[in-house]
């Protein structure tokens, strides 16, 4: 037996169904060993125990170090995702083969929830070992909570911090409040004191401070790019390929030979049209409607066959998975492909042949799809539309641009027919109890060259992006119930049903606003409490409140329905130059199309499924806390540089809380959340109304919902928080009160004195470690082009993890 063999051999011995412990010798005459493998056999064994795999027992006996774990508790191994608030998830690792032995069910264990002061020292990324206990919840359901116990192998990802050279002392102050204020690193002769530089972990051990090594000097944070790249390293981002999967990208990326278009439906001569952002450069979708002679429509939804040029196996496909998808800053978008594919050969560019997976949908004219066909095809677009064009055609106007002639009225009628056809699927799946969770963007506008903030812009839900989002939401789920009814293994995109306890804290929320709330674990209520919101200041306020009571959408190998969306089947089928799930559908689907491949590509398995499911959901959400870190980083930038201006800009807003420090705000033009200190309150003498909550001064209130004008009073880069003042009112309100008023308490101290609050640090402690990261960052002396303190433009992360 090789040395794997005999690991494996060993367990399933020591922990199969009423196995005892064992002595070598007993161990060896039950695996059948001959005398000369005896002496292999008792290395490994010594280092299983050496690893802590295996425990030496009483009389010599050896046990699996894990057994405990069918009784509810045990140990596990696995990778550790730190949150924003310090708490962790730790995501077993399904080829540990200890793991599997554990007597845990790792079926029913996807995740481990460890508090925020049982984390250690664990960094986010690191593989650790973790005490399990399986709780049962209100709902009685198993909720396993841990405690991280060692760290088995540190993250390869990097700290970023501010460098300073003191006297021969060499440290980084850490961007992320996870870690001590000052983190001591080996002398760089490359780096300045002030300037960000990326850390490599070297030891930290509990009780200990941590020490590191420069790998990288990133710059001085007021030069262009360098608050970006400091996120890239936070987040621990993939920048540039790997010179063997450029290469590899390279050879693959050639002209569609004619053997296998023969193979294909050609779609070549149809009115086929892609419709995106003015800026795409990566078109992965086109459509193709037609109505049908007895009512109803004919849907295509042809997406970019990434599958026929990313192989399972090869060096492109690893990189893919290890990506998990592009991730799209406010300045950049660091891709899943290389460029080659993504904006070359795979995207949809019009007037050029391009290979598609092709799902056919025919749809009645009340919205059922009544069949679904996927074949292979290669189609050449014939127009490429940006959401504003195909919404000047929605309006009642014509489609803007060069198409004259035929091609634009067929253009123009298509796009009207396909608005009919979504609108009826539309109104079909709200019918079924989806939830209209439509939300405004903002997108900070950002100069190419020295990548400042030069403004923002509102991107709107509008009727042309609803259009090409029915259509893409139909195609995914009728891929998705194809696979699970041919029972062919997938990743599917699954939304588990919200936590009532969740739910019920978000009705106190709606319900300060002023609205009726009724029962929120019925989902028909949820969406009347939405209607209720449409169009009102704070519209945007309840939604997010809602998306935050809500559980995380997630990938997984099973089918288990989409919560907000009600669907039974879902999956993405439609993005597979952007998210490596859809490659992995893509490559499942090759087994059923119409014209499948002679040697279709090798799907994986469902275990395979799994793995793959849980690290691209954790890639997905380190890229979501990357690309909303970048983009608060630089609308800080300019409301900063705004508020100093001659003229700064006003903002509409809403009061969304008060308390007696304050009054918290959005600020709706620019979605920013702050604070209102009493001190920026419109003129003197308010009180706080402890029964409204609200502040009062003769006629005048602001309590909940109240509309006001506002401007920016501070900017904190640090904690990445932004400060208003009210500077009006706006008339014509309902401002009668919310409450009695209620005297106020005289306030007691504390016969405890301050109070302690999560992860161990008193709230005297932890303003004093602020104000200890503000003094060292107001140290570091200007340099070069950097005029201004060590801080980046963008500042620090308001991630707070509290251990």
């Given at each position: 037996m090789n040395e794997e063999q005999l690991k494996k051999g060993i367990l399933e011995l020591l922990a199969k169904p009423g196995a005892r412990p064992l002595t070598k010798s007993e161990m060896a005459r039950a695996l059948g060993l001959a005398p000369k493998e005896r002496a292999h056999f008792r290395r490994v064994l010594d280092a299983m125990v050496a690893d802590g795999v295996l425990n030496p027992g009483k009389k010599a006996r050896i046990e699996v170090a894990n057994s405990e774990g069918r009784g509810g508790k045990g140990r596990l191994i696995g990778r550790i995702r730190v949150f924003p608030k310090g708490h962790a998830t730790v995501y077993p690792d399904l080829n540990d083969l200890a793991n599997d032995l554990s007597g845990f069910d790792l079926e029913s264990i996807r995740r481990i929830y460890v508090p925020n002061n049982r984390t250690g020292t664990a960094m986010d990324g690191d593989t650790v070992e973790v005490s399990v206990e399986l709780k049962r919840g209100r709902d009685g359901e198993v909720d396993p909570q841990g405690a991280v116990t060692q760290i088995v192998e540190r993250t390869d990802r990097l700290v970023v911090g501010v460098y300073f050279n003191r006297n021969g002392f060499t440290y980084i102050q850490p961007d992320a409040e996870a870690l001590p204020a000052t983190l001591e690193v080996e002398p760089c002769a490359e780096a300045e004191t002030g300037q960000k530089v990326a850390v490599k972990l070297i030891e930290w051990r509990k009780g200990e401070d941590p020490r590191g090594r420069v790998e990288e000097v990133i710059g001085w944070p007021d030069s262009p790019g360098v608050d970006i790249m400091s996120v890239v390293h936070k987040y621990g981002l993939q920048t540039d390929f790997p010179p063997e999967v450029l290469a590899e990208a390279e050879a693959v990326a050639v002209p569609v030979p004619g053997k296998e278009k023969e193979r294909r439906e050609d779609w070549t001569d149809r009115l086929v049209i892609t419709i995106d952002p003015f800026d795409a450069k990566d078109h992965d979708d086109a459509i193709w409607v037609s109505p049908r002679p007895g009512g109803g429509w004919t849907l295509a939804v042809h997406i970019a066959d990434v599958s026929h040029y990313v192989k399972p196996g090869t060096r492109l496909d690893k990189e893919a998975l290890k990506r998990g998808n592009s991730t799209y800053?406010?300045?950049?978008?660091?891709?899943?492909?290389?460029?080659?594919?993504?904006?070359?050969?795979?995207?949809?560019?019009?007037?050029?042949?391009?290979?598609?997976?092709?799902?056919?949908?025919?749809?009645?004219?009340?919205?059922?799809?009544?069949?679904?066909?996927?074949?292979?095809?290669?189609?050449?677009?014939?127009?490429?539309?940006?959401?504003?064009?195909?919404?000047?055609?929605?309006?009642?106007?014509?489609?803007?641009?060069?198409?004259?002639?035929?091609?634009?009225?067929?253009?123009?009628?298509?796009?009207?027919?396909?608005?009919?056809?979504?609108?009826?699927?539309?109104?079909?799946?709200?019918?079924?109890?989806?939830?209209?969770?439509?939300?405004?963007?903002?997108?900070?506008?950002?100069?190419?060259?020295?990548?400042?903030?030069?403004?923002?812009?509102?991107?709107?839900?509008?009727?042309?992006?609803?259009?090409?989002?029915?259509?893409?939401?139909?195609?995914?789920?009728?891929?998705?119930?194809?696979?699970?009814?041919?029972?062919?293994?997938?990743?599917?995109?699954?939304?588990?049903?919200?936590?009532?306890?969740?739910?019920?804290?978000?009705?106190?929320?709606?319900?300060?606003?002023?609205?009726?709330?009724?029962?929120?674990?019925?989902?028909?209520?949820?969406?009347?409490?939405?209607?209720?919101?449409?169009?009102?200041?704070?519209?945007?306020?309840?939604?997010?409140?809602?998306?935050?009571?809500?559980?995380?959408?997630?990938?997984?190998?099973?089918?288990?329905?989409?919560?907000?969306?009600?669907?039974?089947?879902?999956?993405?089928?439609?993005?597979?130059?952007?998210?490596?799930?859809?490659?992995?559908?893509?490559?499942?689907?090759?087994?059923?199309?119409?014209?499948?491949?002679?040697?279709?590509?090798?799907?994986?398995?469902?275990?395979?499924?799994?793995?793959?499911?849980?690290?691209?959901?954790?890639?997905?959400?380190?890229?979501?806390?990357?690309?909303?870190?970048?983009?608060?980083?630089?609308?800080?930038?300019?409301?900063?540089?705004?508020?100093?201006?001659?003229?700064?800009?006003?903002?509409?807003?809403?009061?969304?809380?008060?308390?007696?420090?304050?009054?918290?705000?959005?600020?709706?033009?620019?979605?920013?959340?702050?604070?209102?200190?009493?001190?920026?309150?419109?003129?003197?003498?308010?009180?706080?109304?402890?029964?409204?909550?609200?502040?009062?001064?003769?006629?005048?209130?602001?309590?909940?919902?109240?509309?006001?004008?506002?401007?920016?009073?501070?900017?904190?880069?640090?904690?990445?928080?932004?400060?208003?003042?009210i500077v009006e009112i706006v008339p014509g309100q309902d401002l009668s009160p919310l409450g009695e008023e209620t005297p106020r308490k005289s306030k007691k101290k504390s016969r405890r004195g301050s109070q302690q609050t999560g992860g161990g640090k008193t709230k005297s402690q932890r303003t004093a470690r602020k104000a200890s990261r503000r003094k060292v960052a107001e140290k570091a002396p200007p340099k070069g082009k950097a005029k201004s303190k060590p801080k980046a433009k963008g500042g620090k992360s308001t991630r707070k993890r509290k251990r």
């Open positions: 800053l406010v300045d950049r978008v660091l891709p899943m492909l290389p460029e080659v594919l993504s904006n070359g050969i795979c995207s949809l560019r019009p007037d050029e042949e391009r290979l598609t997976k092709c799902a056919i949908l025919e749809i009645e004219a009340n919205g059922l799809v009544r069949k679904s066909t996927f074949v292979d095809a290669f189609i050449n677009s014939q127009a490429k539309l940006s959401y504003e064009q195909a919404q000047a055609v929605l309006d009642g106007g014509s489609v803007p641009g060069r198409f004259k002639g035929q091609l634009k009225k067929d253009l123009e009628a298509m796009i009207r027919e396909a608005w009919k056809m979504a609108s009826v699927l539309r109104q079909r799946r709200f019918k079924r109890g989806a939830l209209d969770m439509e939300m405004d963007e903002i997108k900070v506008l950002v100069d190419e060259s020295s990548k400042d903030a030069t403004g923002y812009a509102k991107v709107e839900h509008c009727e042309s992006h609803q259009l090409i989002e029915e259509c893409m939401l139909a195609a995914n789920e009728a891929v998705a119930k194809v696979l699970r009814d041919r029972n062919k293994p997938a990743i599917y995109r699954v939304h588990d049903d919200p936590d009532p306890e969740k739910l019920m804290e978000y009705g106190e929320l709606a319900r300060v606003h002023g609205y009726q709330v009724g029962d929120l674990t019925n989902r028909a209520h949820v969406q009347k409490l939405l209607d209720q919101a449409k169009g009102t200041p704070e519209e945007h306020n309840i939604k997010l409140g809602l998306l935050r009571s809500l559980k995380r959408a997630e990938y997984s190998e099973e089918p288990l329905g989409h919560y907000g969306l009600a669907k039974a089947d879902y999956a993405h089928f439609t993005s597979p130059i952007r998210r490596y799930a859809d490659l992995v559908v893509h490559r499942a689907l090759q087994h059923l199309l119409k014209n499948r491949p002679a040697k279709p590509d090798r799907s994986l398995t469902q275990q395979q499924c799994k793995e793959a499911a849980i690290h691209i959901s954790e890639t997905e959400r380190n890229s979501s806390f990357a690309e909303q870190e970048t983009k608060t980083l630089k609308l800080l930038e300019w409301l900063e540089r705004t508020r100093q201006s001659e003229s700064p800009p006003l903002f509409e807003g809403v009061v969304t809380e008060v308390r007696s420090m304050g009054t918290f705000v959005e600020a709706t033009d620019i979605m920013q959340k702050g604070l209102v200190k009493v001190a920026d309150l419109p003129g003197r003498g308010w009180r706080f109304n402890g029964g409204g909550p609200s502040f009062v001064k003769a006629d005048k209130h602001v309590q909940s919902g109240v509309q006001v004008k506002l401007k920016v009073a501070k900017v904190d880069f640090i904690e990445q928080r932004v400060d208003f003042a």
